[in-house]
């Protein structure tokens, strides 16, 4: 069942091409793209919630959250009275739910704001959602999704699992109970997720509720600032990175070896991860307020994080999601097909891992360039990226570091 969790399947020597290229190819883009757009782009462009065309979509949302409702009880009924060994639940939420998530909320944009079956509670708030509370806990909840993931001692196992799902389920339904459906758009962590990645989509949902067709770097500057929204997108990126080199021979080793233990280490090691993320960008954002002659930036730029997260998921999820992904539909659906490990090569894997992080991180600089240009004084507003750039460098070197080397 540990084959469920082990997302990365390319390596160092699985590269068509030098990782040393790698690096250089990496770098040469962000360079470029930061040049060209100090010398060619001028005034912000980008009108987030404004923008966008209207289209008529008007999905069946009961319906598709009742059919989910059945999926999650079918999975549910894995997870209770499935076996130990071949058990399809941990496939179907780490792999079907988890990772599936990504490339959905991509094309469809927030899927589950349509399919979550929470959103079948009555919406009648017995009290408004402090704004104070803002995404802090659906940071926390990613934040305990990311431990059961990546450090509980028994991850797949249908009883953590089942541990985490009935505490986290008890949580949303309180709090959709207390405060509405507005609870789901800030506190359930898989919403946030998903809407989160959905604004990369051309498919977007206004501020009005309109659905429209609009550019990705729309979508994305429409993400307002709110408490707890870049602490989320750090854990995000935070996790990513702790699962990029739990895995290294050094690490393993200490946590075999270590006074804490296994799970102790690990939960240090999570928690250092995210806030060595969160640190560096605010060091940064300060830095940049300081050149740029700006204060409170680290809130304003936290949405140029979103591309850079999604391009981590996609770097150490893609393997996972071919070929586990197929093993999910056997077990699930007791099909006689057997798994084809082979599905996709190591050099495709490490192909999609470069072009995702690199891509990523242009997306990035594209969204903090824009927003400078519009915050920043005209005279200072290239200065004042500079920190930001070095941000962004450090990411990608880091990131590729911790999935090829």
Known sequence: MTGVLAHGVGSRSDLPIPIFYAYAGALAALVASFLALGLLWPDSRFRGDAAGRVIRLRPPATALRVATLLVVAYAAGWLMVGPDAGNAAPYLFYVVFWVGLVPASLLFGPVWRLLDPLRLLPDRPLRPLPLRLGYWPAALGLLAFTWTELVSPHPADRFTLAAFLLVYGAAQVTGTLVYGHAWLERGDAFEVYSTLIGRLSPLGRRADGKVVLRGPFDGLDAIEPAPGLLATVCVLLGGTAYDGFSGSPGWVSALQTGPLGRT?????????????????????????????????????????????????????????????????????????????????????????????????????????????VRLLPPARAIAGQIPLFILMICYTLGGLTLLLA
Not at 279 to 301: D, E, K, N, Q, V
């Open 264 to 372: 102790g280490l690990g939960t240090l090691g999570l928690l250092a991860t995210v806030a060595a993320v969160a640190a560096l960008y605010a060091g940064c954002l300060a830095a940049a307020g300081l050149i740029g002659g700006a204060r409170g930036l680290a809130p304003r730029f936290a949405h140029s994080l979103v591309p850079i997260a999604v391009g981590y998921l996609i770097a150490h999820y893609f393997s996972l999601l071919v070929i586990e992904g197929q093993r999910a539909a056997v077990l699930a659906l007791w099909l006689p097909a057997r798994v084809d490990q082979n599905a996709v090569s190591p050099a495709t894997i490490a192909t999609v891992q470069v072009v995702a992080i690199v891509t990523g991180h242009v997306c990035g600089v594209i969204a903090a360039h824009d927003r400078s």
